[in-house]
């Protein structure tokens, strides 16, 4: 139930009363002088919390978190791959180094070795050349 905040005019005297919706228009006597019907006033806060995962504010809050940690994290990221070293593969078969992908697929082939890793390689560097 809301609480509402009245006010005596008769002693000055501001109260509070806890009523259900329908009964807050009906007149309230001051609990200090008990004198006439006081007039209900706008109270400066909100009575009640809303409680759970389903609200905004709970939302908000949890998604301005995971924001920074994903901000922290590509940061440091970021510093990892710039720290790494490059590394660029060689073709070869075996340990056997050859000219081009191309050459190092026609060798895995005459050794009966499963060609499809060189055959991706070899298309990727006939693009690019």
């Not at 329908?22 to 309230?28: F, I, N, S, T």
Request: glycine residues 10%.
């Amino acid at each position: 139930m809301p609480t509402y905040t009245y006010h005596c005019e008769a002693c000055d005297h501001p109260f509070e009363r806890v009523l259900r919706m329908a009964q807050y228009q009906e007149p309230q006597d001051c609990p200090v002088c008990g004198e006439g019907p006081a007039k209900k006033t706008v109270s400066g806060g909100v009575g009640f919390i809303l409680k759970g995962d389903g609200w905004a504010s709970k939302n908000n809050r949890i998604n301005g978190q995971m924001r920074k940690n994903r901000q922290r994290a590509g940061s440091r990221q970021n510093a990892m791959v710039k720290d790494a070293p490059s590394v660029t593969l060689v073709p070869n078969v075996g340990g056997e180094r050859t000219e081009s992908w191309a050459d190092a697929s026609k060798l895995a082939a005459s050794k009966g070795k499963d060609t499809s890793g060189y055959d991706a390689n070899a298309r990727k560097e006939k693009t690019k050349n």
